[in-house]
């Protein structure tokens, strides 16, 4: 039904010597039913992967289908799909029932069916008593239901979402997370999520696609790209504070940084130069006297838990220790404890992920 | 004005009311002299500044027409009056329909030659009718369009004013509006009429009122296509009526027909004068 297929999909700019590619043979198989997150720094190349599949832009190269059906010429309205956009997009004009019955009646739906669809929507987003309000009445929150609303009562085959919560302030953020996962569950629709945030990424996602510069860098369950991010890029972008990566010389059962040697738990996967990379939390503290010996130059309290950073030898390392645990003193040298199931290894040139763990889909 | 200071308010008030009255004394004289006889306001030098009793007696002559004291013939300003009335409304519609829909191409739509189009209409705004009068003129004449009502008003509906007006209008509803309707299923007239009207309407509004006078007050070109007496604008009429040379003016009918030349403009500016405010005030965005 609702599966939507990417195929060597590219978008260039302009034509001749002036064009500029922003999104490179990006591949990928949604299934139906899948919320999928797209999540990537701004100028990704996500929105625009968004805006393709919604037929706002045209698809300069490979194909979409959405459903079984290749939709590179169709209009959007044809593509049975509904998109909530950043700023709502509400007419404003109109009264909320006529907004979300809008679509419907250019579809030349008989009015007891817009009347009952629309009411639905209302019910399950609870904003029965605002059908008859205009948009300018209602709150950032208010609108941002609406704007699903409008996107519910189409009925369609696939829900895009072009960063719906960016407008939110940070409780209403969370709450309309929870809100939307809800609705997915009830629901069942595709549905593609473009956000810049990866709280949201992880919260939301049953897959997500990270991108970087118009590439897709890895797909997987926010578990696979949290736990085996599949390059350097992946590593930084997912995760607050992100992944230490120190980069070194492999040999054998230690890795050299600079003039100081680091005792590894495994050995690496392979010699000579390359990126350690090893998540703020994964590090405990040792004992005196053993594991990697960490200077701590700076400590943050954040409540539950305590970010403190420090070096390395010469390399800069953030640790995340327990909020209960007594706090190291500035100028200490405090000693670190390496679970060698939690070191990822990754290429210095390419920063693609190297070693047998790095085969994540 | 939160500051209390009852010099600079007296002040203030003062060059108001000095402003009022500046603009609105010829327009009280206008309509004390209306309300003589002729004779009465030529006879008397100053002219009296309190209205007189001949009110009833000067609008009629000046609505319907018919001999004067003096001999002479008035002709009847009414049928003027609705020629005035249709033209200026024509030319504000017309005006508004065909800059909505032109703006609409320009901004909306990608089509070779637009930047071209645009920066077209936009030099024809160095070129007001007068510039252009004796070829359009020509053209109008060669249509057989003199003495029509389209003689009189198509040649001046083309605004590259109202195009850009609402050009500029048209650049500031969000992108994502046009994105929402195409979801929709809205294709580009169903657009522009549920969603790119309603939102001008404030716009509209203002620019009625505009167009309205403008047509309203057209008075060179009218003189320029109409030879036929039924085919005159009230303006016109009114330099008719100032007869030169030795023939005597019934200033009471004069002035009479002036007050009425200047009641549909009020009238419009009054009824549309809130939707007009509203226009500036709040943005529907």
Redesign the interface.
């Known amino acids: 039904m609702g599966a939507i297929s990417l195929r060597a999909v590219e978008k260039t700019y302009g034509h001749g010597a002036k064009a500029v590619k922003v999104i490179h043979g990006v591949g990928a198989e949604i299934a139906d039913g899948e919320f999928i997150v797209i999540v990537g720094p701004s100028g990704c190349g996500k929105s625009t992967l968004l805006r393709m599949v919604?037929?706002?832009e045209e698809i300069s190269g490979g194909e979409i289908a959405i459903g079984g059906r290749v939709v590179n010429q169709l209009?959007?309205?044809e593509r049975d799909?509904?998109?909530v956009?950043?700023?709502?997009?509400?007419?404003?004009?109109?009264t909320v029932y006529d907004n979300m019955a809008?679509?419907l009646k250019?579809?030349k739906r008989s009015k007891d069916e817009i009347e009952q669809r629309v009411q639905k929507a209302a019910k399950i987003l609870e904003l029965g008593g605002l059908l008859q309000r205009t948009p300018?009445q209602l709150s950032g929150g208010q609108r941002q239901r609406v704007a699903m609303g409008?996107a519910i009562v189409r009925q369609p085959q696939v829900f895009l979402f072009d960063e719906p919560l960016s407008n939110l302030d940070a409780k209403l953020r969370a709450q309309t997370r929870l809100e939307i996962q809800k609705l997915h569950r009830e629901l069942g629709v595709t549905s593609l999520f473009v956000t810049h945030d990866q709280v949201e990424a992880m919260t939301l996602a049953q897959r997500m696609i990270v991108m970087n510069a118009g590439r897709i860098e890895q797909i997987g369950t926010p578990e696979q790209v949290y736990g085996r991010p599949a390059s350097t890029f992946v590593a930084g972008f997912i995760g607050s504070p992100p992944m230490n990566l120190l980069q070194g010389q492999a040999e054998g059962a230690s890795f050299r940084i600079g003039n100081a040697s680091l005792p590894l738990p495994a050995a690496a996967p392979r010699g000579g130069p390359l990126l350690l990379g090893l998540r703020p939390e994964h590090a405990g503290l040792g004992r005196d006297g053993e594991g990697w010996p960490l200077q701590v130059e700076m400590i943050e309290m954040l409540g539950a838990e305590r970010l403190v950073y420090g070096r390395l030898g010469d390399a800069a390392f953030t640790l995340r220790i327990d909020g209960t645990l007594p706090a190291p003193r500035i100028g200490d040298t405090v000693r670190l404890q390496v679970p060698a199931s939690q070191l990822h290894w990754f290429d210095v040139g390419s920063g693609r992920r190297v070693g047998a763990e790095g085969a994540a889909a | 004005m939160v500051e209390n200071r009852p010099l600079a308010t007296t002040l203030s008030h003062l060059v108001l009311v000095l402003g009022v009255i500046i603009v609105a004394f010829p327009v009280y004289v206008t309509f004390v002299a209306s309300t003589h006889t002729a004779e009465e306001i030529v006879r008397n030098v100053p002219m009296p500044l309190v209205p007189g009793s001949n009110i009833v007696e000067s609008y009629k002559l000046a609505l319907l027409g018919g001999q004067t004291a003096y001999g002479s013939t008035i002709p009847p300003v009414a049928p003027m009056m609705v020629v005035s009335l249709v033209s200026a409304l024509v030319i504000a519609i017309g005006k508004i329909a065909i800059s909505l829909l032109s703006a609409f191409a320009v901004v909306y739509f990608r089509f070779p030659g637009r930047s071209l189009v645009f920066w077209m209409i936009f030099v024809t705004l160095m070129l007001p009718v007068e510039v252009r009068i004796l070829p359009t003129y020509k053209i109008v004449s060669d249509l057989g369009m003199l003495n029509t009502y389209a003689g009189l008003t198509v040649p001046l509906i083309a605004s590259a004013t109202a195009t850009f007006l609402f050009r500029q209008f048209f650049l500031t509803v969000?992108d994502?509006?046009v994105?929402?309707?195409?979801?929709?299923?809205?294709g580009p007239m169903?657009f522009f009429k549920?969603?790119l009207l309603?939102?001008s309407?404030t716009s509209i509004a203002a620019l009625f009122v505009i167009q309205f006078i403008y047509g309203w007050n057209q008075y060179l070109w009218p003189l320029l296509v109409t030879t036929s007496e039924d085919m005159y604008p009230v303006v016109m009429g009114i330099k008719r009526m100032i007869s030169g040379g030795d023939a005597a003016t019934e200033w009471n009918a004069v002035m009479a027909t002036a007050m009425l030349a200047m009641i549909p403009p009020a009238l419009v500016v009054l009824l549309m004068q809130k939707q007009f405010v509203k226009g500036l005030v709040d943005t529907?965005?």
């Open positions: 919604a037929g706002l209009e959007p309205a799909i509904a998109m956009f950043q700023n709502y997009a509400l007419y404003p004009h109109m809008y679509g250019i579809a300018r409008r | 969000p994502e509006l994105e929402a309707a195409r979801i929709d299923g809205a169903r549920d969603v309603p939102l309407r529907e965005k």
